[in-house]
C-alpha cells in the first residue's frame, strides 16, 4: 500500500497567515491526490483535486501543487474559519490512502 | 442535489456483524466511472478507507480488512450496503459513504458513529 505522510501533524498560526501542509507519498502517484478539510463532527470536504484544481465554490486563498511523489497544500492568507484538519488522499491505485491529517489550530 | 446518508445500529456487541446501509440521491450508480465508497474514522484519528463498489459491480477492499468486509448495491432503490463481521471495540468509529467519481470522492454522507461494546 502507498504510504502518504502528511506534516506536520499539528500547526499554530494566526489569522492573515500563509501555510503549507505537505503530503509526501511512498512511491509516485502522479497527480492523483486530493486535499480535504474536516471540521470537528463534520464530514470531509473536497477542496483540491487532481493535486492542483481548485473544487467549485472553494475560495482562492486555497491552493494545491506538485506531482510524483511531494504535495503541498496552500492557505493564503488563513481566516478563522480555516482552523480545522486537512488531509490528503492518493488515489493512484488501492488501497485508497488518507494521510494521517493536519490540525491547524489559532494561535 | 448529489446527497447520500448512512442508516444503520449505533451500538453492536463484540463479535456481531455491522451492516450499514448507504441511500444517496441526485446520482446513479448505474452510470459509467461512478462508485460509492466506505470511509471511517475512529475517534479523534485520522481517515481509513474501508473499500467501493463500481457501477459494474466491480469491489475493492481494503486488504487489512477484506475478509471481513462485503459491499453489495441495489441500484433501483439507490443503496450500497456495507457489511462488517466479527465487530471489535477497535471497530469504533464514524462510518461515512461517499460517491467517487474520477476516482475520487466528491460527495460524503454525514456519517454515523457505530459503537462497539457489551
Known amino acids: 500500500a502507498i504510504q502518504m505522510t502528511q506534516s506536520p501533524s499539528s500547526l499554530s498560526a494566526s489569522v492573515g497567515d500563509r501555510v503549507t501542509i505537505t503530503c509526501r507519498a511512498s512511491?509516485?502517484?502522479?497527480?492523483?491526490l486530493v486535499w480535504y478539510q474536516q471540521k470537528p463532527g463534520k464530514a470531509p470536504k473536497l477542496l483540491i483535486y487532481?493535486?492542483?484544481s481548485l473544487q467549485s465554490g472553494v475560495p482562492s486563498r486555497f491552493s494545491g501543487s506538485g506531482s510524483g511523489t511531494d504535495f503541498t497544500l496552500t492557505i493564503s492568507s488563513l481566516q478563522p474559519e480555516d482552523f480545522a484538519t486537512y488531509y490528503c488522499l492518493q488515489h493512484y491505485n488501492y488501497p485508497r490512502t488518507f494521510g494521517q491529517g493536519t490540525k491547524l489550530e489559532i494561535k | 442535489q448529489i446527497t447520500l446518508k448512512e442508516s444503520g445500529p449505533t451500538l453492536v456487541k463484540p463479535t456481531q456483524t455491522l451492516t450499514l446501509t448507504c441511500t444517496f440521491s441526485g446520482f446513479s450508480l448505474s452510470i459509467s466511472g461512478v462508485g460509492v465508497g466506505w470511509i471511517r474514522q475512529p475517534p479523534g484519528k485520522a481517515l481509513e478507507w474501508l473499500g467501493n463498489i463500481y457501477w459494474d459491480d466491480d469491489k475493492r477492499y481494503n486488504p487489512s480488512l477484506k475478509s471481513r468486509l462485503t459491499i453489495t448495491k441495489d441500484t433501483s432503490k439507490n443503496q450500497v450496503v456495507l457489511t462488517m463481521t466479527n465487530m471489535d471495540p477497535v471497530d469504533t468509529a464514524t462510518y461515512y459513504c461517499?460517491?467517487?467519481?474520477?476516482?475520487?470522492?466528491?460527495?460524503w454522507g454525514q456519517g454515523t458513529l457505530v459503537t462497539v461494546s457489551s
Open positions: 512511491q509516485g502517484i502522479r497527480n492523483d
Open positions: 487532481a493535486a492542483s
Open positions: 461517499a460517491r467517487e467519481q474520477w476516482a475520487y470522492f466528491g460527495y
